[in-house]
C-alpha cells in the first residue's frame, strides 16, 4: 500500500519526475517507477514485476477475502502497467504471473524504461596515465604537503632541490616552519 501512495504522489506532481533505476526495481519498486514521466534504467540495473503476496490466517471465509484482495491489488497494479507500457492486460497479468525479471534492454523494448543511463557529455573522461603507473608517490606527498601548509596557514617551505623520498622527512621540513 506504500508503494501506491508514493505512485500516487509522483504522479499528481506537477512537473516532470525523472525516476532511475541503478540498481533493482523489483516488486513495489517497479510500481513506483511507473509513476516517471521519463524511466531511466543504468546498463546493468534489474526491474522485476510479479504478482502481489500477503499473509493470511482464519478460516475459509478469511482466506477467501485474502484471494479477492490480492485480486484487487493485482488490477490496480497492472493499471500502474498499463499507463506506462501501453501493453494490454493480459499479457501484463502473464508477465506478473511468471515473476518476470528485465535487464535495462528489455525493460526498455517492453516499455517499463524509456532510456538507458549514459555517462553526461559534458563531463569529460581523462585517461592521462602513462603506463602502469596509477599515481607518483613524489605527487602524492607534494600534494598532502601543500594541503597541510594550507591547513596551518604557512608559507610553503622552500624545500631543497633534491629528492625528498620519505613523507616524514617531509614533515620534519614542514615543522621547522612552523
Partial sequence: MAAAQIYNMMMEYPGN?????????????SVIAMAGTKVLVSPVSMLMIHNPMTAAMGDTSEMQKAIAMLDEVKESIINAYE????????KLSHLMDAETWM????AIDM?????ILTRPAEIP????????????????????????AAKCHI???????????SLMERLDLIKQYI
Fill in 103 to 106: 535487464d535495462a534492454h528489455t
Fill in 125 to 148: 573522461v581523462e585517461n592521462n596515465i602513462a603506463g602502469p603507473m596509477l599515481f607518483s608517490r613524489a605527487s602524492v606527498t607534494n600534494s598532502l604537503m601543500d594541503k597541510l
Fill in 17 to 29: 519526475v525523472t525516476v532511475k533505476i541503478d540498481g533493482i526495481a523489483a516488486s513495489a519498486a
Fill in 111 to 115: 516499455g517499463f524504461a524509456d532510456e
Fill in 155 to 165: 608559507k610553503k617551505p622552500e624545500i631543497p632541490e633534491r629528492s625528498v623520498d
Fill in 83 to 90: 499507463i506506462k507500457t501501453g501493453m494490454s492486460r493480459a
